[in-house]
T-cell receptor, first 109, second 114 residues
Framework: DAGVTQSPTHLIKTRGQQVTLRCSPK?????VSWYQQALGQGPQFIFQYYEEEERQRGNFPDRFSGHQFPNYSSELNVNALLLGDSALYLCASSSQPQHFGDGTRLSIL | KNQVEQSPQSLIILEGKNCTLQ??????????LRWYKQDTGRGPVSLTIMTFSENTKSNGRYTATLDADTKQSSLHITASQLSDSASYIC?????????????FGTGTRLQVTL
C-alpha cells in the first residue's frame, strides 16, 4: 500500500515562471492538504482540498492555486514565482493523523 | 507570531541519554496536539496524538505529555539512539467541521552523537 507520493522530488525554476507540483494521497484518503516549509521552519498551511473543492486556505496569495481530481490526486500551482517561494512543498492526506509525502524541493534562481 | 513555540531550537545529546523537548501553544479552539518527527529531506511522521482529556501518551521510547491548563506539552525521549537525530515538531490541531487546520511549531533539531 503506497503512502503519499509527490512529484517531482526536486525542481529548479527562475523568477516569474510557473510551476505545477503533484500529489497522490494514501490509498483510501480523500482529503489533501498542501504545506510550504522554508528551510529551518515548520510547515505553513497553504490549502486543503476535499471533494474536488478548496475547503480551507491559509495566508497565501492568489498566486498559489490548486486542484483536486476525481481520483483524489491533487496539484499545486504557483504563478509568477518569487525567490521567497523556494521551499519544500509537502502534501498530506487525510486528517487524523495526516500522512505526509516526502515533498518537492523547489529552488528559485 | 507563531502560535506554537518550541524549545530548545536545537539540542545535542550523547547516545543513550534522555532528553525532553518543550512546546507552548496558544491556538484555540483546541482539538488535539501532535508531535511529529521529520528526518532530513523527508516528510513529517506522526509520533503521538493527544486530545484535550489526555495528559500522557507513549509510543515506544517517546512519551508526550499535555497540560491543557497551561497549554504546554513536552516530548520525552528515553535511551536515545543515533536514528533519533531529526527535527521534532509540535502541532496544534483545530477541528473545523470535517476538516482540520494544523499549526506547526518551528521544531527542535535533535542531534544524537556517539
Amino acid at each position: 500500500d503506497a503512502g503519499v507520493t509527490q512529484s517531482p522530488t526536486h525542481l529548479i525554476k527562475t523568477r516569474g515562471q510557473q510551476v505545477t507540483l503533484r500529489c497522490s494521497p494514501k490509498s483510501g484518503h480523500d482529503t489533501v492538504s498542501w504545506y510550504q516549509q522554508a528551510l529551518g521552519q515548520g510547515p505553513q498551511f497553504i490549502f486543503q482540498y476535499y471533494e474536488e473543492e478548496e475547503r480551507q486556505r491559509g495566508n497565501f496569495p492568489d498566486r498559489f492555486s490548486g486542484h483536486q481530481f476525481p481520483n483524489y490526486s491533487s496539484e499545486l500551482n504557483v504563478n509568477a514565482l518569487l525567490l521567497g517561494d523556494s521551499a519544500l512543498y509537502l502534501c498530506a492526506s487525510s486528517s487524523q493523523p495526516q500522512h505526509f509525502g516526502d515533498g518537492t524541493r523547489l529552488s528559485i534562481l | 507570531k507563531n502560535q506554537v513555540e518550541q524549545s530548545p531550537q536545537s539540542l545535542i545529546i550523547l547516545e543513550g541519554k534522555n532528553c525532553t523537548l518543550q512546546c507552548n501553544y496558544t491556538v484555540s479552539p483546541f482539538s488535539n496536539l501532535r508531535w511529529y518527527k521529520q528526518d532530513t529531506g523527508r516528510g513529517p511522521v506522526s509520533l503521538t496524538i493527544m486530545t484535550f482529556s489526555e495528559n500522557t501518551k507513549s509510543n515506544g521510547r517517546y512519551t508526550a505529555t499535555l497540560d491543557a491548563d497551561t497549554k504546554q506539552s513536552s516530548l520525552h525521549i528515553t535511551a536515545s539512539q543515533l536514528s533519533d537525530s531529526a527535527s521534532y515538531i509540535c502541532v496544534d490541531v483545530e477541528a473545523a467541521g470535517t476538516a482540520s487546520k494544523l499549526t506547526f511549531g518551528t521544531g527542535t533539531r535533535l542531534q544524537v552523537t556517539l
